[in-house]
């Protein structure tokens, strides 16, 4: 398309946009709302999602060895962990020690500890993971690739409050993606009847356009661009909304939850283009929806 | 310009529209096609501006198979054609350079060309120093003449009018018809569709094609088919 045929679809659409000013409005503000609830379940859910991060950098999986396993068996499978991509570092804790630490841990006690014919503590290895290797998914398959290596009892991990915050962040995926899929196929309606609208008012227009020889991309494109507008608009208007949100509501937290919470991702580049590629799409989805229908061969 | 061949129009089952119509239009040719209301002159002219297309049979149009031609290549057959109907067509709400402007500026002409063709355009029908006067403000005589302008901005090879004159009054319809001399003089074809077999003697020259309830019973030039066109009129 020549750029002067650009500059006067350009020009269509922003006129399109005030054919209906109040209808716009009413659009814009849709597009706003529905991106800023599906925002929030994106915030809560990265929040959650570092949350789990940051506990897994300071969690360690401790694995119970069965007293036949071998001093030079420890070793080896000590040396084998430590290669593991998602494993930072591996500590051994002996029988003994273990017993040793029990003894300092009862303090005036430790003579109840006197009575025992032998130590009935196991052996030991701490896994310490990576930083970021304590996602849910991540945690599982260790868990289970160390429980099937022979010699070991028993594998202990933060699973309780892991397996409560997996589930917490599940839901709020489901929760998430489904609201939020209606919610944009709403908004994605609420688009293309602006658009039909807008359409119904420029019929007569549009007729005599196709009658002096416009094609159907050109007369599509000012309406396609209406949508795009709505949707870009509304996206920045959301993206806008959250940060406000975002700083009002943090600044008003303790600074080690502010930390815990992902404000640095709601404000991230990458999140703000997400988010405006979402309501162009948004936006141009529902009007190519009304042109599908209305310009029909 | 025109060659229809056998060519059939039917909108339900075997109620035809238009029936087996042959009909050539040569280029530089005014030519009338009349008729009584429900002739099928209205259908034979949407037929050759592709505003619907024909059951049967074929029609060219400046070398174009109008049966072949793909829905997306209409638009540019149409940028060819230049069509004035009864009701103007026009947008009340934009003057009449912008009427007229809408014909130019869809094919995506430079301002200052439009400027030129759109001055030069109602020069031609009249209206200079109207340009900027909403169209709805003006007579029906004005606004058929913007949509004359309108027509013929683009310079069409052919130029089609639907009934243009039957919402004027005698005299606008003779300022009208007048123009349509002016713009087949400078070569364009014309085909006017009437059913007041009064203008084509203010035509001289002018070739006829009849139409009777979707058939075509006599066609050539005004002067050799007086006997039938009385006969029909009897």
Not at chain 1, 213 to 232: S, V, Y
Not at chain 2, 56 to 71: A, M, S, T, W
Not at chain 2, 198 to 221: E, F, W
């Amino acid at each position: 398309m020549p750029f002067r045929l650009t500059g006067y679809v350009l020009k269509k659409a922003l006129e399109h946009l005030l054919v209906n000013p109040f209808l716009s409005l009413v659009t814009l503000s849709t597009i706003t709302i529905s991106l800023v609830i599906l925002g929030l379940f994106g915030v809560v859910y990265l929040s959650v999602h570092q949350l789990f991060n940051q506990w897994g950098d300071e969690f360690s999986v401790t694995v119970y060895l069965q007293d036949a396993v071998s001093q030079s068996d420890v070793e080896t499978m000590r040396s084998e962990l430590a290669g593991w991509p998602e494993v930072d570092g591996v500590t051994y804790t002996s029988k003994a020690q273990a017993m040793a630490w029990f003894r300092s841990q009862l303090q005036d006690y430790a003579g109840i500890l006197d009575g025992l014919k032998e130590n009935p503590l196991p052996a030991s290895l701490d896994l310490k993971l990576r930083p970021g290797q304590a996602g849910p998914g991540t945690v599982d398959q260790l868990v289970s690739r160390l429980r099937q290596r022979p010699g070991v009892t028993e594998v202990h991990y933060g699973q309780r409050w892991l397996a409560r915050l997996k589930i917490f962040m599940e839901m709020v995926r489901l929760v998430g993606m489904t609201v939020g899929g209606l919610l944009l196929l709403a908004t994605a309606l609420v688009v293309s009847n602006t658009v039909k609208l807008t359409f119904y008012a420029r019929q007569a227009e549009l007729e005599i356009m196709r009658l002096v020889g416009a094609t159907n991309a050109f007369i599509k494109a000012p309406f396609l661009i209406e949508g795009l507008l709505h949707g870009l608009g509304g996206a920045a208007l959301a993206a806008g909304t959250l940060m406000l949100l975002s700083h009002l509501f943090l600044s008003h937290l303790h600074i080690p939850l502010r930390l815990a919470l992902a404000p640095d991702a709601v404000l991230s580049p990458s999140f703000i283009a997400a988010f405006l590629g979402i309501g162009v799409l948004l936006g141009l989805l529902g009007s190519a929806f009304s042109l599908r229908r209305f310009l029909r061969p | 310009m025109i060659q229809i061949y056998h060519v059939f129009k039917a909108y339900t089952g075997d109620q035809y529209a238009l029936f087996d119509v042959t009909l050539e239009v040569g280029k530089g040719d005014f030519l009338f096609l009349i008729g009584p209301s429900g002739a099928g002159k209205s259908t034979l002219l949407k037929l050759i501006f592709c505003a619907e297309q024909a059951t049967r049979g074929q029609i060219l149009v400046d070398g174009v198979n109008l049966q072949r031609l793909k829905p997306a290549r209409i638009p540019y057959l149409r940028r060819k054609i230049g069509v004035v109907f009864q009701d103007f067509k026009l947008l009340g709400d934009r003057t009449a350079f912008a009427n007229v402007a809408l014909a130019l500026e869809v094919l995506g002409h430079p301002h200052s060309y439009i400027d030129k063709k759109v001055r030069q355009a109602l020069r031609l029908v009249g209206l200079e120093g109207k340009e900027q006067h909403l169209s709805r403000r003006l007579s029906g005589g004005e606004q058929q003449r913007i949509a004359i302008a309108r027509a013929v901005a683009a310079d069409p090879v052919l130029v089609l009018a639907d009934e243009p004159t039957g919402n004027l009054d005698d005299e606008i319809t003779k300022d009208i018809l007048e123009l349509f001399r002016e713009i087949n003089r400078r070569g364009t074809t014309v085909v006017v569709a009437t059913h007041n077999r009064d203008l084509i003697d203010r035509v001289p020259g002018a070739k006829v094609a009849m139409l009777r309830q979707g058939i075509l019973i006599a066609a050539g030039a005004r002067e050799v088919l007086p006997f039938r066109l009385a006969a029909d009129a009897g």
